[in-house]
């Protein structure tokens, strides 16, 4: 694991986006794991960024979404999809048919989510995956639970979760119960790994990532036995470690 520390948000955002530019840089064709979330925001600001600047074209590149909500239109502004739409797909030259993101409309959960790894193994695997990291130490939708779910599934969304998010929504009401997600397996089997984690508020989770026991109940311990991790984390957020 290696492990970055940055000295505050925008620091971050530019570490990080430069590692992901640079397997575009060195792997034109690169297939891509991306992340939603507040604190990838930053990243994908300095991407398009930079692309805009001539640095990184994105025309042979693929991409993979980790989730999305159930029973949510891809034109409802809290999607994932309208959200990778609007802070970077819309903004760079990756083709339309290029990037994946969870059908979170099919009513068929076992349809939409054996075709998603599928088709991931089919384009040769993640080259490199995207996190960021809940407060509860989940990664994706993967919640705190008794084992590591291997490949994409639906699950129940834990109620700090929805907490969590419920910022963006107009109440919590309207946060979805659930998700479609990666599983744990799925997030593994990328060659490399790049977390982005921001702000004292995950300085516990990221403790427990870093230097607690690996278990399901932290779904993000279990990165310690990834070959290829790369954390980069606000000073901060690392705050709570032996890593500063
Ligand atoms: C959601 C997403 C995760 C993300 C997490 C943290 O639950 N499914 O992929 O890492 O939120 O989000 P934020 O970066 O806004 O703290």
Known sequence: MRIIAANDYEDMSKKAAAILMAQVVTKPDSILGLATGSTPIGLYKNLIRWYEEGLVDFSRVRTWNLDEYRGLPRDNDQSYYYFMHE???????????ASHVLNGMNPDPEAECA??????????????????????????FNEPQDDFPAGTHCVDLNPITIEANARFFASRDEVPRQAYTMGIGS?????????????????????????????????????RFHPDVTIVATKDALGATGAK
């Open 87 to 97: 802070n970077l797909f819309d903004h760079i030259n990756l083709p339309k048919e």
């Open 115 to 140: 075709s998603y790894d599928a088709a991931i193994d089919a384009a040769g695997g993640l080259d490199i995956q995207l996190l960021g990291l809940g407060h509860d130490g989940h990664i994706a």
């Open 187 to 223: 997030i593994m089997k990328a060659r490399r790994i790049l977390m982005v984690v921001s702000g004292a508020d995950k300085a516990q989770a990221l403790k427990q990532v870093i230097e607690g026991p690996v278990t399901p109940q932290v779904p993000g311990s279990i990165l």
